[in-house]
């Protein structure tokens, strides 16, 4: 079963099983800390990070587990990191918000909304000054960001030195309890950010061959004429904001209404219609991938808990220590 198609669904189901899973083990406090699920928004990653290539970067928000296992960091070294665990993508030291992974070229996992908008844009300098051409840089975010300054920012110098950046906007209505609705005069993002001159338009982030096709366009455009191009996927979290949300701030008729359209339902049906898969298939893939993630919360939990000792170490700089001019004259410090 190599069809493409085929291989977004497969992405999408280990997707969602490993956010699944992560829940579960939240409750067993395995897991500590912050957890945002994307639960209902996988087809976005399935269908975008598939088109690039090994060159091509990757910077994404806080609700990125399913960015790094489509983009191969491994559900091992990702549920690692979910425990804190030092085989984990980022040492130990992320966790769930902060996954990070040079060597597939994935920049984090960002916890401050917006903030990372600049640094994709910094990168793609980066590329175009260091002569890389036709590599794209892709930045995921939710619809919350364009509240921000930094949208602006980067959008603005975007244009303006013609950077190949794709601006994948995840509009799932809400920023934590904040509709849409209620926090933006411009509630057509693909207009709002055409107003800075680039290519923009809106996918249905429910439905992953859209989203793929989409992704592909925009980064013809993105590596030919090296200018960036803006996404708007219209989409829906299923779970709430993070495991602390109550979720009051919209109804369940609304939840229940968008969760006819779960990509993963919809697709598997697709797939079943055009004779690229049987149910038999389909189950298989549940099957792998429930034991891809059974072997990583196997090999979490076997993982090594950071020694005390190493404390200070990737804070400034090494195993440097304190400074002795940074030492007063009784021993205390600054
Ligand atoms: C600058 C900043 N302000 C506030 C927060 C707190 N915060 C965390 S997530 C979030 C909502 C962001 O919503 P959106 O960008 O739509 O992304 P989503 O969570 O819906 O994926 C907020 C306000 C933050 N992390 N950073
Ligand atoms: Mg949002």
């Known amino acids: ?15 969602r099983l490993f956010e699944e899973r992560c829940a579960e083990l939240y409750g067993q ?18 269908g975008v990070i598939p088109q690039l290539s090994a060159d091509d970067a990757i910077f994404a928000t806080y609700r990125e587990h399913g960015h790094a ?33 040079a060597s597939t070229r994935f920049y984090g996992g960002n ?43 980067a959008l603005n110098l975007a244009v303006l030195w013609q950077l190949p950046v794709l601006f994948c906007c995840e509009n799932n209505l809400y920023a934590m309890g904040t509709s849409l609705a209620s926090s933006e005069s ?30 592909r ?29 109550p979720d009051l701030y919209r109804t369940k008729a609304e939840i229940e209404q968008w969760k006819l359209r779960d990509p993963i339902v919809t697709h598997t049906s697709r ?7 049987t149910e038999a298939e389909v189950e298989q ?22 020694g005390v000792e190493t404390l200070t170490r990737h804070v400034y700089a090494p195993d440097v220590g304190v400074p002795s001019s940074a030492v007063g004259p009784s021993g205390e410090t600054a």
């Open 111 to 153: 916890a401050i909304v917006g903030a990372h908008l600049p640094l994709a844009v910094g990168h793609a300098l980066a590329d175009k000054m260091q002569g890389h051409d036709g590599r794209a840089t892709v930045c995921f975010f939710g619809e919350g960001a364009m509240a921000e300054g930094e949208f602006h920012e």
């Open 217 to 245: 366009d925009a980064l013809d455009i993105v590596r030919s004429s090296d200018g960036p191009v803006f996404l708007e996927c219209r989409t829906y979290r299923f779970r709430a904001h993070s495991m602390f949300d």
């Open 69 to 101: 296992l489509v983009r191969g960091v491994g559900a091992d070294r990702i549920m690692a990191e979910m425990f804190g665990k030092i085989e984990g993508c980022s040492g130990g030291r992320g966790g769930s918000m902060h996954l990070f992974d």
């Open 29 to 46: 406090m395995k897991i500590r800390g912050f957890l945002h699920l994307a639960v209902g928004e996988e087809a976005i990653a399935a």
């Open 285 to 306: 893939l549940w099957a792998e991938a429930r034991s891809e993630i059974e072997a990583a919360v196997a090999a979490a939990e076997r993982g090594t808990d950071e």
């Open 271 to 277: 797939l079943i219609a055009d004779a690229l898969v």
């Open 186 to 215: 411009q509630t057509d993002l693909a207009l709002k950010a055409s107003s800075y001159q680039l290519p923009a338009w809106s996918v249905d982030g429910m439905d992953v061959d859209a989203m793929a096709k989409a992704a």
């Open 1 to 15: 079963m190599t069809d493409e198609r085929v291989r977004r669904l497969a992405d999408m189901i280990r997707i």
